[in-house]
C-alpha cells in the first residue's frame, strides 16, 4: 500500500488533513493513530494563537464554514509535549506550518528540521481565517515561489506546499511552488464562503466570511487536481470533501497520489481507517498498487 | 455504533432517545456525547447532547430546531446511532451542607435531570425551577417531580408561575438561612441573569453552555466562548459546565 511522494515514503495514501484532526494525540482512545498513511497536524505557529471570535463554526448543505482562525499551541508547546507523545504513538507526522511572512515560514522550517520524527512539513499558504499571510501568498506565484524557497533553503525535510482553490491561475502557483523547491503539493486548502442567520440579518460565523469543507466541494477538488496534474509534473495530495473510498479513488484517478480526509473526521474520528481498510480490500481485489490508479481518468 | 432502544415524545417538537452501544457510557451529569444518525453527508456534523441519563441506560433529550434534530427525532427503535463520548466535564455534586438549586430553561432541563436524580442517589434532594414560554415547553417536568421540588414558571403564565425562572431564583437565594449552590443550564440570557443574581449573593453558581460543535473532542476548536478574563474557552473540553464566574464578568 505504500505511496511515494518525492522523497516522501508513506505506508500508504490515506492522510487526515490539517485542522480536522487535532495533533492526533487526541485520537488515540478511539483508534490506531499509527495505521494512517500520516497526520497533518494542526497549524503550528511560532507563538500560541487564540483564534478567531465566536462562532466560528456552521454547517452548510453537506458541508461547513469555520473561521477558526489557526488557534494553536506554538512552537514550544509543540515540540515539548506534543511531538514527544506522537513519537511513542508511532504515528507518522507531517507538521502543518503557518507564518505571517516568508521569515517566519522560514524560522519554522529550520526549527522543525533539528526535531525528531516528522516526516514532512506542510506549508499552508492557503487559510483564509487569518488576516496576515495564509491565503495571500497562495493567489498567486511570485509569494508562493518566495515561501516555498524559504522554506526550502533551511530544512532538509520534505516539502509539501498546500495551495489554495482560490488563486487566480492554481496550475501556475503549482509550477511556481515546485520550482521553489516544493517536494509535493496539497489540494485544496478550503474555500471562502459565507452563510447568514435570515431571522437576525446577522452573519452566521463572528468573522463574517470562512472556509467551505466537506462534500459540497469536492467537485471544485477534484477539478483542480485534475488540472495541476496535467500541467505540473509533481506529486499531488488530494482534498476535499473525502468521506469514502469512491473519493479517494476519484481523487486518484484525477492525478492525486495520496489523499488527506478532512472534514469527515467530525462525522465520524475514524473514517480514515474505515476507508484505508475498504481501499486495501479495492486493491487487492483488483490486483492494482495505489501508484497504478493515480491519473487514470479516461478522458478521450 | 450504537442502536436505538426506545424514542419517546414528551412533547410536541421534542424526542427523549434511550440507546445502547457495545459498552457502557458511564458518564456524569453535565458531560455530553455526540450523536449522528446513519443519513450520509447532509447534515455532515454530529449534534452534542447532554446525557439525560447513563449507565444502564443511555438517554438524551432532542429539541427538534432543523433537519438534524429533525431526523433524530424520527428514528425508531434499532435505527443505528453513532455515538462519540461522554465527553467534557460534568457538574460538581454539591456539599452535604448545601442545598441544591438548578435552574433550567426550556430543553436545558437535560443535563439538570440527570443531576437532580444523582442528587436523589446520593441522599439529597433538589429544588428545579423549571422555565418556558408555555405549557408545551416543558418536556421531563412531571418525571422530574418524582424525585425533586419542582417550580414552573412560564412567560405566558399557561403552565406554574407566570413570569421568569429568575424571580423564584431570586426569591430563594434572599433566604439566607440555609448555604445554597446553584446550577443552571438554558438559553444564554437566563444563565446571564441566573450568574448575576449568585454573584450578587455570593452563592457558587455552575452552569452548563451550548455552542456549535464540529469535533466534540477539543480538536477543531470551533466552540470557542469568550470568558471573564478575555481570553477563550472551549465548550467541549474545558465545559460544558464552568463556574459562572469563569464566564461572566461580575
Redesign the interface.
Known sequence: MAVRLGPLELKNPIMVAS?????GV??AD?MDISAIGAISV?GISLEPR??????????T????I?A?GL?NIGYDAFVQTTLPRLRELGATVVVNLYGTSADEFAELAERFDSQEGIAALEVNISCPNVKAGGIHFGVRPEPAAAVTRAVRERTGLPVIVKLSPEAVNIAEVAKAAREAGADALSLINTIRGMSIDVETRRPRLGSVMGGMS??AIRPLAVRLVYEVHKAVDVPLIGIGGI?CLRDVLEFMMAGATAVQIG???????RTSLEILSDFEKYCLERGVTPAELVGTVKTN | MARVTQVRYPEQGYALIWFRGDRQLAGNPGQFVMV?GDWG??????RAFSLVESGEEEAILVRVVGV?TRRLAELKPDDPL?V?GPSGHGFALPASDQNPVLVAGGVGIAPLYFLAKKIRETGGRATVLYGARNNRETPLAEEIEEFADLVVTTEDGSAGRRGLVTEPLAEILDDTSVARIVYSCGPEAMLEAVARACVDRQVECQIALE?????G??????????AADG??RYVCSDGPVFESREIYKS
Open positions: 485542522g480536522t484532526f487535532g495533533y487526541e485520537y478511539v494542526k487564540a483564534g478567531n471570535p465566536p462562532p466560528r463554526i456552521c454547517e448543505p453537506a458541508g461547513m469555520n477558526i488557534a466537506g462534500p468521506s472534514t469527515a473526521n467530525y462525522t465520524n474520528p | 449522528r453527508n447532509d447534515p455532515i456534523l454530529g438534524g453513532w462519540l455552542s456549535p460543535m464540529a469535533c473532542k477539543g480538536t477543531c476548536k470551533g466552540c470557542a466562548v469568550l481570553r477563550y
